[in-house]
């Protein structure tokens, strides 16, 4: 499993963090974040974990974000914040993505910023600001390849008409899902298309299910079934009866008396 950690920067009342017209930072990192993790989920073999207050309610402190991360064992971090120059309107603009500066981690960061970043500028159709290095908590505390993206100006005239828009908002957060799944190598999860006459395993309780599941990844885990798609198709409600049954006695008779 391949671990991607996020967060949205700040909380919804996180003072300091609008645009000139009180519009929250936290509002358009969310749709971002959102737009990415649902994306993401398209992918094989992934897990993600979500380090800020989805409801926006409470600004989660970043050293509880990034100890989360390392004690989870992300294998990336992905911070989404928009930018600001002095809080009032004007008419600078533009996308850029930041990395920690003079750390061992910084070849990989500087990878998968340059991997994110290009999507992320390409969604917003703004000017190209460019990979930057700052010394910011989340890239600095962080165990794993990490990276900041600033996605444009909240106190941009330029800037904000695109961040006023959902569609591009969540353009945004594809775009860096797809550089996310870039950097990783990840394969996107195929169209299940169930096959006329067959029977799927679908228990009547999620208990049964989880039961069979740990059975299965047990038995993959030992050895004893050598393909790991098994747990993948009954995790996705994809395995027939008839190969859930069969599977049953391979184990059964594969396990050492
Ligand atoms: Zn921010």
């Known amino acids: ?48 974990l979500r380090l800020d207050d989805p409801s926006g309610k409470t600004d989660v402190p970043l050293m509880t974000r990034t100890n989360k991360a390392n004690e989870w064992q992300a ?9 600001a120059l002095s809080g009032v309107w004007g008419a600078h603009s533009g996308v850029e993505t930041y990395v920690m500066v003079n750390l061992e981690e ?47 100006f909240m106190d941009s005239r330029i800037d904000i008409m695109k961040m006023r828009d959902g569609q591009i908002l969540q353009s945004q957060g594809v775009g860096i899902a797809r550089g996310v799944a870039e950097y990783l190598n990840l394969k996107l999860i195929e169209d299940f298309k169930p096959i006329e006459g067959v029977r799927y395993l679908k228990p009547s309780t999620s208990t049964l299910m989880n039961e069979f599941i740990t059975l299965l990844q047990n038995a993959t885990n030992e ?9 993948a198709l009954a995790k996705n409600r994809q395995l027939s009866l008839d190969d859930a049954l069969c599977l049953l006695a391979t184990i059964e008779n594969r396990k050492q008396p």
């Open 106 to 152: 910084n070849s990989t960061s500087l990878k998968l910023a340059s991997t994110i970043h290009p999507h992320a500028v390409k969604a917003m159709g703004l000017s190209d600001r460019g990979i930057k290095f700052a010394n910011f908590h989340e890239l600095r505390e962080t165990n794993m390849p990490a990276v900041l993206v600033e996605g444009g």
């Open 223 to 231: 050895g004893i079934l050598g393909d790991s798609k098994w747990v």
């Open 1 to 48: 499993m391949i671990k991607v950690a996020w967060s949205a920067g700040h909380g919804m009342n996180t003072s300091g963090k609008r645009t000139p017209d009180d519009e929250r930072e936290w509002s358009f990192n969310n749709q971002v974040v959102h737009a990415a993790m649902a994306y993401l989920a398209k992918y094989e073999g992934v897990q993600q």
């Open 75 to 83: 294998d990336v971090y992905i911070s989404c914040h928009h930018n």
